[in-house]
């Protein structure tokens, strides 16, 4: 008989997911859809948008980003040319660090 492992969120994730629940859900309420029209546009039942609408966190991510594009709700405060234009930028910066990330076997002492 297997265990389950029940996943545990820090306070932040889950008051993140839970904001981000509601922004849509408030997005849905102003653009006036059901939680079944919007459901059926992004493709789920209504119980998974009920879902994202709380924040749970076990829903895929694509599905609340779906969401979130089909309503018009901004993601990373810039619409769609300026999570091009950040995601170039963030690329730029991941070039510039080293490709792999190593542990030091050295235990560095700083107390002067």
Same mark, same amino acid.
């Given at each position: 008989?297997?265990?389950?492992?029940?996943? &545990?969120?820090?306070?932040?994730?889950?008051?993140?997911?839970?904001?981000?629940? #509601?922004? @849509?859900?408030?997005?849905?309420? !102003?653009?006036?859809? &059901?939680? !079944?029209?919007?459901?059926?546009?992004?493709?789920?039942?209504?119980?998974?948008? !009920?879902? @994202?609408? #709380?924040?749970?966190?076990?829903?895929?991510?694509?599905?609340?980003?779906?969401?979130?594009?089909?309503?018009?709700? #901004?993601?990373?405060?810039?619409?769609?040319?300026?999570?091009?234009?950040?995601?170039?930028?963030?690329?730029?910066?991941?070039?510039?660090?080293?490709?792999?990330?190593? #542990?030091?076997?050295?235990?560095?002492?700083?107390?002067?």
């Amino acid at each position: 008989m297997a265990l389950t492992h029940k996943r &545990t969120y820090s306070r932040y994730t889950l008051e993140g997911l839970g904001l981000f629940g #509601k922004t @849509i859900r408030l997005g849905r309420m !102003q653009r006036r859809l &059901t939680a !079944q029209e919007l459901a059926e546009r992004i493709g789920v039942s209504r119980s998974t948008l !009920q879902r @994202i609408e #709380k924040g749970d966190p076990r829903v895929e991510i694509g599905l609340m980003f779906e969401a979130a594009a089909i309503l018009g709700v #901004k993601l990373f405060d810039a619409d769609e040319k300026g999570i091009a234009a950040l995601s170039d930028r963030t690329d730029d910066r991941i070039a510039l660090l080293p490709r792999h990330v190593y #542990k030091t076997g050295k235990h560095l002492v700083d107390e002067f």
